[in-house]
Structures are given as structure tokens and as C-alpha cells.
């Protein structure tokens, strides 16, 4: 019985190569650091060292190479180079030289922690946790080889020696959520279902928005018929991340769209890791490069193109992610979801009325589509329909009252419909099933700044929007918007430039700044920027007030 390990090699470079990243100790032996005795090979040992120590992978292991050949019995530098090695994921060459250098420390943790770690990496399991045990022996202490031995132990089936470990971890780290969330891996597969629970609920407690414990407990709660609680937990985890395969899977079988697709262990199977983690840092241009691979490696892989699909949209390159979704067949179990991303895509583009078509293709066909159903929600009130995003979303806050995505749809589309109360109240209602509910939190501030009215509230309500999204283009422009407001002409003008040059293609951020510039003394400033949100195709009572700014500027 194997426990679910990501990408385990990858941890372990990690962890010895950041000697302790999540806890560290700073207690690294000085055995494998003690230089060698020839001058020549001690000069270029210490650069090697020096190198190594500042990121500089490359040259350190030129510099150990030179080293090595002024000192070839030299086990110290050995075991540099096998530690440089395993950084360069070069897992063979790494292991021939700890072999050769072992005799010599095989007393010294540190170089027993990297040995293990090039075993683990090779899948040699037992010898792995032969040399961390002994590791773990003679420095209980260490914090680097403990987090490699309860993952170790777990592997090879030793589950109460594995929790064993990660308790000692808990008891000396009791705030890293971490811990509670691998201890829940190892009771899972230890059968200790309860336990396990309990460990993600931890976990989740610890950190409210720790994905992996809710994408644990949605899983846990859909094996136990629980659809409701397991809807709840995958919908935060696509609040948080909307293309997360595990959180879409598991709503997907919630709702019976069709899509059953492959487990998650399909993903690593199919080695879609590599793509997933340099999206999730946001190297979208790398991603890319990495799916279209993929693609050459598994072009009937309806997988690798839908995750191709979502990467050109992450990109914004929108056309290139529709072609991609629509090379999807009909008979793919995938199939409706790479649908919904194409009537998604669309609605990005601006090309409303093409996504009101596909979306409502697409729920005749599917009609338990919860996303597609929000989707066409929106649409609705983004054509000034709002009383039918209404019709649809009432009926769903009540069969889902703490759906924070439904509350907040249908609060928008009560502020469309001019019901400005029962709008605040279900903004208020997001609010107190996540206080931390960014989107929800603007909407509040940035509609009491539209009237004139509480611009401290507003601008507090704004601000803690802000620390939770500081990069989120709507949300500086509504801070910028409330300082306007409140006569704070100097810091409003600083924020909605800002705002402009994270979002310059959104009307009502371009006629912001406009307003700012023109309030400023700066007209011609002012006149280009309504003339270009002008431009930008905004809704009808917008673009007759842009007209409206235009004239009266442009009279001599």
C-alpha cells in the first residue's frame, strides 16, 4: 500500500538543498564541510563551497571537478560533488560517489540524510530508510532528516513509525499547518480514516486556505454520499484556483456532467507535473513549452490539451485556447468542461453574445453545471438582464445558502437591478462565510464609494481587500476611487495610474484616471484617456457619460 507522495524526488532536492526550507535548524554537520588536505584541490574546494552556497550550481561543480582531480582520493570532495549532483537531478552519477565517499562519514548525519535522499530518488526505499534512521540516531534533533524519514517510512508501509515522526514534528511546530496535512496522508493510508479526517480539519484550521486539506476533505466527505459538504470544500478550492483538476473531477461527479476523467495519479502519470507546478508559479511561457511537448509525446491525450487550453488562456491568448478546447471530441469524457472554457474564454473576450449561445448549448445538454449555469448568471447581468441572472440564481442560493460564488453573483446582479440592499446583504452574507473574501469585500467598499456614502467604511472595507489582492487591478482603482471621493485628489491620481497600467483595457479604470487627470489640471491627459475608454466598448450609460466628458473638453 503506497501513500499518495507529490513528485517525492522533487521534495527531496528541496528539502537537502534548502537544508530545512519549511523549519529549519541550522544544525548541518561539519564532517562533509571539512576541507581536504592538498592546497590545490583546498582552494578549489573552498571556491566550489563558496559557489554552491550562493546558487551557483554550475560553477561549483566545475570548481569540484577540479578539485577532485588534484585530490582523486578525496571522499570530502566526493561528497560535494554527489551533493551537487543530486541538485543537477543527475540521481546515478550522485550515488556512485556517495558510495565511494560513504566509508568515511558513514557517522556523519548530514551526508546519511543526502545518501538517503539520492536512494529515494533512485526508489531504493529500504536503503533510504536504513541510512535516514541512522541518520536520525545519531541526531534526533534534526529537523531536515525527520521531514525525509516520515516520508520514507510512510513509503515502505511503516505507518505508525511515520506518525511517530511527524508527531515529534507537530509537538516542536504546533502553528505549520503542514504537518497536520501529512499527517492525515499517513492515517489515510493507514486506514485511520477518522484520524485522517481530523488531521485535515487541522490542517484547514490552521490555514484557511490550505487547498490540499479541502481537496482532501471534498474527496473524503463524496466517498461518504455527502455531496453538499463535498460541493462546499471544491467550490473554495476553485475560488482559490479555477483550474485545479482535482477540485473540477470532484464536481464533476457531484453534478453528473459526465466528466469522470482520470485519477490525479494519472496526472504524474502522464507527467503533467512538471506543467501544473510552473503554471501554479505563474511561468505560463514555460508551461506551454512543457504541454506542447507533452502534446507531441500524447496528441490523443484529451488531458495534455485541456490543460494546453487552460495554459494559452492563462496567457490571455484566447483564440489559440478556443481552437485548442474545440479539438476536444464530443465522446471525451472531458469534453464539457473544455465547452465551458470556450463560452469562458469568449465572455474574457468581451464577445458576449457567442457566450450566452454556448452557455446555453451547453446546460441544455448539462444541465447540473453549476459553473456554466454562474457563467450564464453573469452574462446575463453584463447585458443589462439582470432580472434573468435573477431567475437563475435565487433558486440556487437556496438549494446552496453558503456557495460564496452564488451569493456573490446574485448580489451583483441585485446592485445591476438597482436593489442596492439585498445586494449589500448578500455581499455581507460572502463576507461571513469567509471574512477574507477579497472580491466581495471591493464590491461592498467600491458601491459605497459609487454613491457618496460611509467613504471611511468603504475605504477600510477596500484596504483589507487590498493586502489580500495587492496585484488586482479592480481593487487599487476602487481605493484610488474612494481617495477621489473623499478630496484625496494626490493619492487618488497615484492609485488609479497604477490601477491604469495593471489594467489599461477596462473603461470604467481608464475613465477613472481620466476623471483624476482632468481634476489635476492635466486635459489633454484627460481627453485621451476617456477618448480611449471610448474605445473600449463600455456599456451604453457609460458611453453616452464619456461622450458627454469629450464635448464638454473639447469646447475652445
Known amino acids: 500500500m503506497k501513500i499518495e507522495l507529490q513528485k517525492l524526488s522533487v521534495l527531496i532536492l528541496l528539502f537537502l538543498t534548502s537544508c530545512g526550507a519549511l523549519i529549519s535548524t541550522g544544525n548541518k554537520p561539519s564532517n562533509v564541510a571539512a576541507p581536504p588536505p592538498n592546497q590545490v584541490a583546498l582552494t578549489y574546494y573552498t571556491r566550489g563551497s563558496y559557489l554552491l552556497e550562493n546558487g551557483d550550481v554550475a560553477g561549483a561543480e566545475a570548481a569540484f571537478k577540479q578539485a577532485l582531480a588534484a585530490d582523486p582520493s578525496s571522499t570530502k570532495v566526493k561528497a560535494k560533488l554527489a551533493e551537487v549532483y543530486l541538485r543537477q537531478n543527475r540521481v546515478e552519477e550522485a550515488y556512485k560517489l556517495a558510495l565511494e565517499a560513504l566509508p568515511d562519514f558513514k557517522n556523519d548525519p548530514y551526508f546519511l540524510m543526502l545518501i538517503g535522499g539520492i536512494e529515494l530518488s533512485k526508489g531504493d526505499t529500504e536503503s533510504a530508510r536504513e541510512h535516514l534512521e541512522s541518520a536520525a540516531t545519531i541526531d534526533p534533533e534534526n529537523d531536515d532528516i525527520l521531514m525525509l524519514l516520515w516520508r520514507v517510512e510512510a513509503e515502505a508501509g511503516r505507518f505508525d513509525e511515520s506518525i511517530s515522526v511527524l508527531d515529534k514534528l507537530a509537538s516542536k511546530y504546533p502553528d505549520i499547518a503542514e504537518i497536520h496535512y501529512w499527517l492525515g496522508l499517513v492515517k489515510e493510508a493507514a486506514g485511520k480514516s477518522a484520524e485522517s479526517k481530523a488531521e485535515f480539519e487541522t490542517a484547514l484550521k490552521m490555514e484557511p486556505n490550505n487547498l490540499p486539506s479541502m481537496i482532501k476533505l471534498g474527496l473524503i466527505a463524496l466517498r461518504a454520499g455527502d455531496n453538499a459538504t463535498a460541493e462546499k470544500y471544491f467550490r473554495r478550492v476553485l475560488d482559490l484556483d479555477p483550474q485545479n483538476m482535482e477540485a473540477l473531477q470532484g464536481m464533476a461527479a457531484i453534478k453528473g456532467s459526465g466528466y469522470t476523467g482520470p485519477s490525479p495519479g494519472g496526472i504524474e502519470e502522464l507527467g503533467l507535473g512538471i ?61 464539457p468542461l473544455a465547452q465551458f472554457r470556450i463560452a469562458a474564454a469568449l465572455a474574457m473576450m468581451k464577445k458576449t453574445d457567442e457566450a450566452l449561445r454556448r452557455t446555453e448549448s451547453l446546460l441544455q445538454k448539462y444541465p447540473g453545471m453549476v459553473d456554466a449555469a454562474l457563467l450564464l448568471a453573469n452574462l446575463y447581468t453584463d447585458k443589462d438582464q439582470a432580472a434573468k441572472a435573477i431567475e437563475i440564481l435565487e433558486p440556487m442560493a437556496k438549494t446552496s445558502p453558503d456557495d460564496e460564488r452564488v451569493l456573490y453573483s446574485l448580489g451583483a446582479a441585485y446592485y445591476a437591478a438597482g436593489r442596492f440592499k439585498e445586494s449589500m446583504d448578500a455581499m455581507r452574507k460572502v463576507l461571513e462565510i469567509n471574512p477574507e473574501n477579497a472580491e466581495a469585500l471591493n464590491f461592498i467598499g467600491y458601491s459605497l464609494a459609487e454613491r457618496g456614502e460611509r467613504l471611511d467604511e468603504a475605504e477600510s ?59 489635476t489640471g492635466k486635459k489633454d491627459m484627460a481627453l485621451e484617456l476617456y477618448r480611449k475608454a471610448l ?22
Open 275 to 335: 506543467a501544473i507546478e510552473l503554471m501554479d508559479k505563474g511561468k505560463f511561457d514555460e508551461a506551454l513549452v512543457e504541454l506542447q511537448r507533452l502534446q507531441e509525446k500524447h496528441p490523443d491525450n484529451m488531458l495534455v490539451i485541456f490543460f494546453l487550453g487552460l495554459a494559452y488562456e492563462s496567457e490571455k491568448d484566447f483564440p489559440k485556447a478556443i481552437d485548442t478546447y474545440e479539438s476536444i471530441p464530443e465522446e471525451s469524457s472531458i469534453y
Open 535 to 556: 474605445g473600449l466598448k463600455p456599456k451604453p450609460d457609460q458611453a453616452k457619460r464619456l461622450k458627454e466628458k469629450i464635448n464638454s473638453i473639447s469646447k475652445p
Open 461 to 519: 472595507l477596500i484596504l483589507k481587500a487590498m493586502k489580500l489582492k495587492p496585484d488586482s487591478p479592480e481593487i487599487v482603482d476602487s481605493l484610488g476611487w474612494v481617495y477621489f471621493q473623499q478630496g484625496k485628489t494626490d493619492k487618488a491620481v497615484v492609485l488609479l495610474e497604477q490601477a491604469y497600467k495593471l489594467e489599461p483595457d477596462d473603461p470604467t479604470i481608464a475613465e477613472h484616471f481620466a476623471d483624476a487627470c482632468l481634476k
